[in-house]
């Protein structure tokens, strides 16, 4: 496949100014919290910056790398994307940026209010879950894919909702963490079980749902998001869809698209969980009180 691909050329397998807008995001990041950084506040932890530059990377894999031009020819390549970039992508800039950049954001004059309420985790769970489920609904799916604009709006809107969702689960501002452990938990298997009718839906259709994939004018059109204009024009007439690229059936790409999402969703939800339980459990293990023998002056007799 690699090979076949390398007809649309350089610009869309490695998208060079998506790669300088990462780059840009990343020396803001490292201007602002190092030579820039306010008075009286601290640098990121290495671990912080190692979670932000980490998601930086993981940013330009999922929309500048080939990736991106595969999501557009194979379901599949689509829906590893969609779990990437609104499953982990989020986590690991909400743990990279300082408390003090979040406080700045969530006190915004005109902002706070907004923020607060969608970070509710009510509001965060059902709004992402709804949106991701409407998104891969066929037509709006369809209609997305042909046209940059509507793409790019529907795409970041949902990656907002997707912050505010896990700003529930890893509150970046004290304020923000209104549930308790267990109620992370349990918010964490109520996203598992919300996501999984858009996956049900996908994998266990009996026909191509997308005309993107399925059609060869509409797949073509979902080609121009991410190739050049003179490069697909030049090559549009040998495309006959995505058969061109891979032997899988369109019916079999869109399942395992399906079984994809919801797999790559469970070992992320999984490992949060993971995450959530051994951490609450650590500290509740070291805040317990001592035994009478341990306190000192105590006596046994």
């Not at 997305?144 to 604009?149: H, N, T, V, Y």
């Amino acid at each position: 496949m690699w090979l076949e691909l390398q007809i649309f050329g350089f610009r869309a397998l490695w998208s060079p100014y998506y790669f300088l807008f990462v780059l840009l995001l990343a020396a803001v990041y490292f201007y602002v919290t190092g030579p820039g950084r306010k008075k009286g506040t601290d640098r990121p932890s290495v671990a912080q910056q190692l979670m932000f530059y980490s998601g930086m990377v993981l940013l330009y894999i999922i929309k500048g790398s080939p990736v991106d031009l595969l999501a557009h020819i194979m379901f599949t390549a689509h829906m590893t994307q969609m779990a990437l970039y609104y499953l982990l992508f989020p986590i690991l800039i909400i743990k990279g940026i300082p408390v003090w950049i979040w406080r700045t954001v969530f006190d915004t004059k005109g902002l706070k209010r907004t923020l607060r309420i969608l970070t509710k985790p009510l509001i965060s769970l059902l709004l992402f879950n709804g949106l991701f489920s409407i998104y891969h609904m066929p037509a709006i799916f369809d209609f997305a894919k042909s046209s940059e604009l509507a793409h790019g709006v529907i795409t970041t809107v949902i990656l907002f909702t997707a912050f505010g969702m896990w700003v529930s689960v890893f509150p970046p501002i004290e304020e923000l963490d209104r549930i308790s452990p267990l109620l992370k938990i349990g918010f964490i298997f109520a996203n598992g079980v919300l996501i999984t009718p858009a996956c049900g839906l996908i994998i266990f259709a009996g026909t191509p749902l997308y005309e993107t994939f399925s059609e060869s004018g509409a797949w073509v059109q979902a080609l121009s998001l991410c190739v050049p204009g003179d490069v697909l024009n030049s090559i549009s007439t040998t495309l006959s869809g995505p058969s061109y690229f891979t032997p899988i059936p369109l019916i079999e790409d869109q399942q395992l698209g399906g079984i994809i999402m919801k797999i790559t969703q469970e070992i992320i939800f999984g490992s949060v969980i993971a995450y959530i339980f051994f951490s609450w459990f650590n500290k509740e293990r070291y805040s317990v009180d001592p035994l009478p023998s341990q306190v000192p002056g105590e006596s046994t007799s």
